[in-house]
């Protein structure tokens, strides 16, 4: 322990303790009035004061073979009876000692003598110091309990009514936890025995009178409550977890192709399905035709065995509907007109229907209780409704009506908007918890006002929403009109977790959504002003461009799952989706148009309807999580997978997962166990390696094969070989690639392994359940680890070791060796592309081989003579060029050439470095899809897409060249005059240090991340940075377009 005086340049030592534990991995300073720190260890916790004492307690065996320093073992308490009899004939229970594994855990002080130790495998465990007077005699430890948070990092923050616990988690979600504390007796905690107390080591005493009554305090009487910490769960971050590998998915039903990625890891880890846009779950079709509209106007107060109301329209006429969970609906009630819109109204039993000409309060029976009907000058559009109020939007204006609910339903005009008599193109009331209501406007001028609900009065006003600005404010009178201008399409306010936004579509196909704020307003507007509203401004919060695009319908929706949004009906639809924790973000629909759409029941129901022509559907809304730019839905397994593929022919998920169990060592020739394993004190752990199959959904496999004790996967590939099982010259399977490791006594040895995926006679009772996996062959005379593997024309391709052998899968029984080629390190990859190989190596970069069949020879054409330490590759296609994509374990991303008409190639022997880009961190996969036009025909061309450890997925995209040219020059300007984060400049970030490079190389590829930046901007600033890109004709709309169709394929299929 030192002195830190920032006045010194040298700090004195206050005192110093030798001989700890060597693998000691967290230190943690303890509150002042207990002094000193505590320090973990995997196998020990301990406490050091100023003085150089250590108190503390083993947790498992491993201490003494790893520490000279002498602790006692902690003991968990049995549990007796009682009265603490032992009955004649009973044997008396022992106490077990404690094995707990502590490393990767998280300290932290509960108070000022006790705390909390978060484990790595969702357990947690209290430990409290037993004080005499000022000094430490033992220290005590509870008993191991269930908690859901895998602990990175934590952070404690102490407000005015609680003590919260942030826990950051690096393969799992980040959990808030409130830190209660609650009184207990001591016999009614469930912890360890005194045998567990541990003990001061030195022999120093202090004298126990000098402190007073403080010594009989801390070690008061049985009967006097003891004061435990309490985690309870507040809230949580879901996080999609670190991304072991990645492969592509068809999903049942859908054109759309989904992700599955092997995320997190041990009790946090599983399977995610990421998917590119909305995907509806156990789809029923319904006997309605609603191709007009379709709403559910079932009262707040209504009895749910009743059923859902569901009002519908097509054609010229409208019908009301009960809908019940399993059957077809039932019509109640029919009108000889169409219905607009339906809304049922708050903390009632009565729902509002809305015709062209009228507005009527009807009851959930379908009887209309009070009407108003329109002018011969006017036609209704649409309405809001309130428990109090109503806002009609008419062809001439609006009208606000005033409502009231009892035992006698009126509608009562208000005249406190006469004076408005402008066109609009939506109105939407905010009930303000302190003060008064308002109505926010948009106009047909494209002008944001807000009114007051009482007096009518004009509050804030904003003329700037036809400039796509990045913040909407207060109009000036004396400020001039902006000239250049967008056109507006459609425009709608609506409430997403209760926070107002306006999503806005302009005539170009961009699609703004602004966010309600509030921020300080100015000396001079504070002047001026003096009411609610003066300091309110629209923050635009998503900008995206969605190509030509019709209009599109908004229906606002409240309660889908966890999701509060907007369906935006049209070709193609679209979801606004916002969580509680994430901000709103856009996502594709997976159909090519609906016309009408319903949020279906309450109480935070996935159920949905929505209607394409004459065909209605009623579906779920699977439990996505929106927090990246594409849906996933993560299922936790509990193991931690490390591969993932997808078997086309089952429509099946293959994974390999790996679990931990007690090693156990055996007799070599009898098989039994040495020894009593329950007995031994210092119990070890080995891994345990499966294949597991996923047919249907991803929460649980259907069937599996376990490996041997020790045995891990490093390899899975579905590989096409020649078969003679079928009339079909090749067939799918299952290749396997595993590992032995045996520590530094014995090589590393692998095998490879054959499966068939058949078909079996089925239970019955799920999906899926009539596939297993059964193996064919097996080859296990390897000298290496079997680390890739891949096919090519019908044979299996694997590295093994050093070497690269090519193998024929002869009478589906065993593997014959045709060709090898020696290799370098470790081989991590490979990946092929009709007769040629790429093959990424730990150490030694990227090769690039060729395979050849008569005679069977396998050659290196060439390869990267730098040291580069690569995790995998794959080919980048497009049009009539092909380049060799690598990613390192820095996160560097480098695109090399094979050209052997290039001097400095030596004949193709050395592989050309022709751009390299840093990204934010490694990636664990390395996946090519093929683009797909909006046609659905391919493209000449290929994406590659990069799994990251961080949990991120990113894509390269191949870029024409004038494209390519035009965009470079946006990307150089958005650098300099666009403000970035913390002020770091991007173009330094991406840059590369090379030691063989004069100049950077980070110019080949685009950052996408910058130049989705241009969306965000506004139209007057857009058109000033088109301005001066070379060839770009069609201004700031050219560029729009060309980032749209760079988009990833994926996104858009």
């Not at 794959?874 to 290039?902: C, H, I, K, Q, W």
């Not at 001066?1028 to 060309?1042: A, I, K, S, Y």
Request: with cysteine.
């Amino acid at each position: 322990m030192i002195t830190l005086d920032m006045n010194l340049s040298s700090h004195p030592v206050i005192s110093e303790r030798h001989g700890l534990p060597y693998d000691a991995f967290q230190i943690v300073a303890c509150p002042q009035k207990l002094g000193g720190c505590m320090i973990l260890t995997p196998s020990a916790i301990l406490h050091i004061d100023q003085a150089s004492k250590v108190v503390g307690t083993a947790v498992n065996g491993w201490h003494t073979l790893s520490s000279a320093l002498e602790l006692p073992h902690a003991k968990l308490r049995a549990k007796r009876p009682k009265d603490d009899m032992v009955e004649e004939g009973e044997e008396e229970l022992k106490d077990t000692p404690l094995q707990i594994e502590l490393q990767g855990s998280q300290l932290f002080f509960t108070e000022e003598a006790a705390g909390v130790v978060l484990m790595a495998d969702n357990k947690v465990i209290r430990f409290r110091f037993v004080l005499d007077g000022r000094s430490i005699s033992a220290l005590t430890l509870g008993a191991p309990e269930q908690n859901d948070a895998v602990p990175s990092s934590i952070s404690v923050l102490e407000t005015d009514r609680a003590r919260f616990l942030l826990t950051g988690s690096m393969v799992g979600d980040a959990v808030l936890q409130r830190v209660d504390t609650i009184l207990a007796d001591p016999e009614e905690v469930d912890g360890l025995n005194g045998e567990g107390q541990a003990k001061v080591e030195d022999d120093m005493e202090l004298d126990v009178d000098l402190y007073g009554d403080e010594a009989q305090q801390s070690n008061g009487g049985s009967k006097n409550k003891q004061r435990l910490a309490r985690l309870t769960e507040v809230d949580r971050l879901e996080f999609l977890g670190s991304i072991s590998d990645l492969c592509e998915r068809g999903v049942k039903g859908s054109s759309a192709s989904t992700f599955v990625a092997a995320v997190g890891a041990a009790s946090a880890g599983g399977l995610a399905s990421v998917e590119p846009r909305v995907i509806p779950r156990k789809r029923r079709r319904l006997n309605v035709e609603a191709s007009d509209g379709i709403w559910d106007v079932t009262g707040s107060t209504s009895d749910p065995d009743a059923g859902r109301r569901i009002l519908t329209t097509s054609g010229g006429s409208s019908q009301l509907l009960t809908l019940h969970d399993s059957t077809d609906p039932v019509a109640t009630t029919s009108w000889d007109e169409p219905t607009l819109q339906a809304s049922p109204i708050p903390e009632s039993n009565f729902f509002a229907r809305l015709s062209p000409e009228s507005f009527d309060v009807v009851t959930t029976a379908g009887e209309t209780v009070a009407s108003i009907t329109s002018s011969d000058e006017e036609s209704f559009i649409d309405f809001q409704v309130t428990r109090k109020q109503v806002v009609i939007r008419t062809s001439s204006g609006l009208r606000l009506i005033q409502l009231q609910i009892g035992k006698k339903q009126i509608l009562k005009p208000v005249n406190t908007f006469t004076q408005i008599s402008d066109r609009f193109h939506h109105a939407a009331f905010i009930d303000e918890s302190v003060g008064t209501g308002h109505l926010f406007t948009l106009s047909e001028g494209s002008h944001i006002e807000v009114y007051d609900l009482t007096s009518g009065e004009l509050r804030w006003r904003s003329r700037t929403l036809l400039t796509a600005a990045s913040r909407l404010d207060t109009h000036h009178p004396d400020a001039p009109n902006p000239t250049v201008t967008l056109g507006l399409v459609s425009a709608s306010f609506f409430e997403l977790q209760d926070i107002l936004h306006c999503a806005v579509l302009y005539d170009n196909g961009l699609f703004a959504v602004y966010e309600a704020c509030r921020w300080e307003p100015s000396s001079a507007q504070q002047g001026t002003s003096s009411n609610s509203t003066s300091g309110i401004c629209f923050v635009k919060r998503l900008a995206e461009s969605l190509g030509p695009t019709p209009r599109l319908r908004a229906i606002p929706f409240h309660g889908l799952g966890e999701f509060d949004g907007v369906y935006l009906c049209g070709t193609p639809p679209r979801w606004l989706l916002r969580s509680p924790h994430s901000e709103v973000r856009l996502f594709g629909h997976d159909g090519e148009s609906m016309h009408a759409f319903a949020k279906i029941g309450g109480g935070g129901l996935g159920l949905f309807a929505e209607s394409h022509g004459a065909e209605t559907w009623l579906a779920e809304m699977a439990s996505y999580s929106n927090d990246l730019t594409a849906l996933y839905e993560r299922h936790r397994i509990g193991r931690t997978y490390s591969k993932v593929r997808w078997h086309p022919r089952i429509r099946a998920v293959v994974a390999a997962s790996r679990s931990d169990g007690q090693f156990i060592l055996f007799e070599p020739e009898e098989g039994t166990p040495i020894g009593n394993p329950g007995a031994d004190p210092t119990p070890a752990r080995i891994p345990y390696g499966s294949l597991e199959l996923f047919v249907g959904d991803l929460q649980a496999p259907v069937h599996g094969h376990d490996f041997e004790p020790n045995e891990m996967v490093t390899a899975l590939e579905i590989v096409t070989l020649d078969t003679m099982s079928q009339l079909a010259s090749r067939k799918e399977f299952v290749a396997v690639g595993t590992t032995w490791f045996h520590g530094e006594d014995r090589p590393t040895r692998g095998a490879t392994y054959i499966f068939d995926i058949v078909e079996v006679v089925s239970d019955g009772e799920d999906e899926g359940r009539n596939y297993r996996i059964r193996l064919l062959g097996r080859d296990d005379f390897t000298k290496g680890p079997v680390t890739a593997i891949t096919d090519l024309n019908g044979y299996i391709v694997t590295a093994v070791g050093q070497k690269l052998f090519v193998r024929a899968f002869e009478q589906d029984q065993w593997l014959v060796a045709v060709a090898f080629l020696d290799m370098f390190f470790y081989t991590t990859s490979l990946r092929k592309v009709k007769n040629f190989l790429i093959a990424t190596d730990a150490q030694k970069s990227i090769s690039m081989i060729m395979f050849q069949e008569e005679p069977y020879r396998l050659f290196m054409l060439g390869r990267d003579y730098r040291n580069v330490h690569l995790t995998g590759g794959e080919f980048l296609v497009s049009e009539n060029e092909m380049v060799l994509t690598t990613a390192d374990v820095d996160g560097v991303v480098r695109l090399l050439d094979y050209n052997p008409a290039v001097t400095t190639s030596l004949g193709g022997q050395r592989l050309l470095l022709r751009t390299e880009f840093q990204t934010a961190t490694e990636a664990s996969s390395v996946l090519r899809i093929a683009r797909f036009g909006q046609d659905e025909e391919a493209y000449d061309a290929s994406e590659i897409v990069l799994g990251k450890v961080n949990g991120a997925i990113e894509t390269i995209i191949p870029v024409q060249e004038q494209v390519f040219k035009r965009l470079s020059v946006l990307q150089a300007q958005l650098v300099r005059n666009v403000q970035h984060v913390a002020g770091l400049n991007p173009r330094a970030y991406r840059a590369v240090h090379n030691d063989f490079s004069t100049r950077p190389l980070a110019k080949g590829i685009l950052d996408g991340t910058l130049l989705d930046v241009f969306v965000t901007l506004s139209w007057p600033r857009m058109v000033e940075l088109a301005s001066g890109l070379p060839g770009c004709v069609g201004g700031p709309q050219q560029v729009l377009d060309e980032l749209y169709m760079l988009r990833s394929a994926w996104l858009l299929s």
